[in-house]
């Protein structure tokens, strides 16, 4: 039995507690809490069988009052003594895809992304599509190709046509760009024909992951209309391998920026709002080149699911939402290099050299901190790819 | 053991052996084939484990090999005479979803139906988008939610803004339809980075099944830019409970209509097209209200798997993709009641009512058949769901 060494302001202190999935040698992989530098084996720890399995859906499923118990006791075994054979540096496991993923939608709610992306992608209209400040835009994407930070990103080929050329051409995409987003899991689904009201967000998502919606911009412009992204942005989404609790994000919890016109139909009005002060931060070859602030966020994680499921749609363990790229007002606080750097008119400079979209070998590190309880910030990892050349 | 009863001109004869999923009683749901009015309990006649799963997807899983040799060997069995324990009536039997559904797309391949459509929500533009004749476009969609025939369908709720409104509102659609589809289910996934070749479409693909995509026109109008269809689609997709096998569709397959302007780009040309045969039917409350042909399609079922693989993304066992609605060039072979009443400007007489939209209570049933082997022809049994009012 040993006492947890947490260093002083460590961003996986007893306020985070976030839960992933790990595996030690030849050992199949199973739940563990993240703390400090260790990880917690929690069928060890707890004697639980559900914390066997390959990935955190059975526990996910167990429901929300079953969240909090477990929280409560992993909370009271890390502040005694740990059974040694439980506890795991970090620095010596292998991190895996911690959920399996149901269905996957990909939400658009920063106005500030929104408004830019429109700029560049339809230079002679409004920015803001009329249904914008209506209801929280989002499509499905490929659960199947969602992958663990630290899976290489091979370079997508398909269709593209520049402007000046009379014909799409295939191959390797030259515009291969990152959008920094939140990704929030589904841990208690619906069955058909019960949405979730606004104000029952936390009692059926899980927690939150950061994600990185790779994105073949050429592939993308020329597919998109008029059923939306396909090729250019199925070959890979990544997310970080440790999921952090909604129960440890109270603390994070800031009014949204706006909504007041128009007001949001009722459906999508929260009695307190679940806007969330959470700072990104994204490094390219090792340069932070932006800092995108979640609160910045037009709609919330809560406003989404209500809306995704006010139709009918049932919802399963494991569904994942992203919240769209995270884009502030300033230059410096853009969740894509498509806006960063304009499309590519105005390169950025990462490590002395002028940079547009991705070049093979390029490697972006996303991370992120919120505040936590007792003053001090949880952190949620990092999601990490790296760019192979094209096959 | 007894000499099955094949009706003379059954759709279910021995070139056709389609597989799903049924149970008798408070029994499991298991694998069964269906001939002519029996179905054939897999597990029981062949003996083998994964026949007794309750879905196809573990069989699936064992490749194409393996589906040819089952096939061979359900041809010899009913050729002979069956062990009693294993026939049941298919009027006994209940279906089931016959397989887990891991990613779902939905493609737009009837170059009718896109034109028709761009005609009504585009009116001031090309009907056909640039893209459209150089890739097959398409999008995900709600695996979540595909359900088996017979599921009755709740109508959707949603936000939707008429052309005079000012803002949009929230209640039940008033323009529930329909899309008359084919479905393709693929056996054999793909890693990621090994995109599957035009021409290895039948080893990857196990079967065929028809596929109703209930749409709700108006969630779709408002909501639809510029990601692609969400809420106005996700409530509900039906599929037929017996999947035809791909091996049983030789005798259907014809060249596709069009693809010589543009020609193609070589990943989407094929040694020997996969265009289809297919007679497709609809009947709205008993009333054949069309006969959608699928040997109009301008894409081949190959040529999308193709695609939707050649940027890299992976394809799994139980990957359900979608045609698009099929519609030829005449009116009364228009697969989706918006293009049938032309957005509801030119209604349809049902059982002697003027209808254009669905109302509650109405019941869509949709049927197919194709050339078999042996100058006979193969049904795909049908697809049928009933509206019941919103909630």
Redesign the interface.
């Known amino acids: 039995m040993t006492a947890l060494d947490i260093p002083a302001g460590s961003p996986f202190g007893p306020e985070n507690l976030p839960y992933g999935v790990f595996s030690v040698g030849g050992d199949g992989p199973r739940v563990g809490v993240r703390v400090g530098d260790s990880v917690v084996d929690l069928a060890v720890a707890l004697g639980s069988g559900v914390f066997a399995a390959p990935t955190l859906n059975p526990f996910m499923a167990q429901g929300f009052e079953r969240w909090v118990a477990v929280r409560e006791q992993v909370t009271a075994l890390i502040a005694g003594d740990v059974p040694d054979r439980a506890v795991h540096p970090v620095a010596g496991v292998r991190l895996h895809l911690p959920f399996e993923v149901?269905?996957?939608?990909d939400f658009?709610a920063s106005e500030h992304h929104a408004s830019n992306v429109?700029r560049l992608?339809?230079p002679d209209a409004e920015p803001l599509?009329p249904?914008w400040k209506?209801?929280p835009?989002?499509?499905?994407?490929?659960?199947?190709?969602v992958l663990v930070s630290g899976t290489d990103i091979?370079r997508?080929?398909?269709?593209r046509?520049a402007p000046g050329d009379a014909?799409?051409?295939?191959g390797p995409s030259t515009r291969l760009d990152i959008e920094a987003e939140l990704g929030f899991v589904v841990g208690t689904g619906t069955p058909?024909?019960t949405p979730v009201p606004v104000d029952e967000f936390a009692r059926h998502v899980f927690g939150a992951v950061l994600l990185n919606d790779w994105s073949?911009r050429d592939?993308q412009a020329?597919?998109?209309?008029?059923?939306?992204?396909?090729?250019?942005k199925?070959?890979?989404t990544s997310i970080s391998p440790w999921v952090v609790p909604i129960l440890a994000l109270e603390a994070a919890r800031v009014p949204l920026p706006g909504q007041t016109d128009?007001e949001p139909?009722?459906?999508l009005r929260e009695s307190r709002s679940w806007g969330l002060d959470i700072d990104l931060a994204v490094e390219w070859n090792g340069e932070e080149v932006s800092r995108p602030p979640y609160r910045e966020m037009y709609w919330s994680p809560a406003q989404m699911l209500a809306?995704?499921t006010?139709?009918?749609?049932?919802?399963?363990t494991g569904?994942l939402y992203g919240s769209g790229t995270i884009s502030g007002p300033a230059k410096n606080q853009r969740g894509a290099f498509l806006e960063l750097t304009w499309g590519g008119q105005e390169p950025v400079t990462v490590k002395g050299e002028e940079r547009s979209f991705l070049l093979d070998g390029d490697e972006v590190v996303i991370t992120a901190t919120a505040p936590g309880a007792n003053g001090g910030r949880i952190g949620f990892g990092e999601v990490r790819g790296r760019i192979l050349p094209a096959?």
Chains 1, 2 share one sequence.
Not at 102 to 105: C, P, R, T
Request: aromatic letters at 14%; proline letters at 9%; hydrophobic letters at 35%.
């Open positions: 149901a269905d996957y939608v658009y429109g992608f339809r599509l249904n209506h209801l835009v989002g499509y499905h994407g490929r659960a199947g190709t091979v997508p080929s398909g269709q046509k014909l799409p051409s295939f058909l024909n073949a592939i020329w597919e998109y209309v008029p059923l939306g992204p396909n090729l250019g199925s070959f890979a128009p139909l009722p459906y809306h995704m006010v139709n009918g749609a049932s919802s399963r569904d096959r």
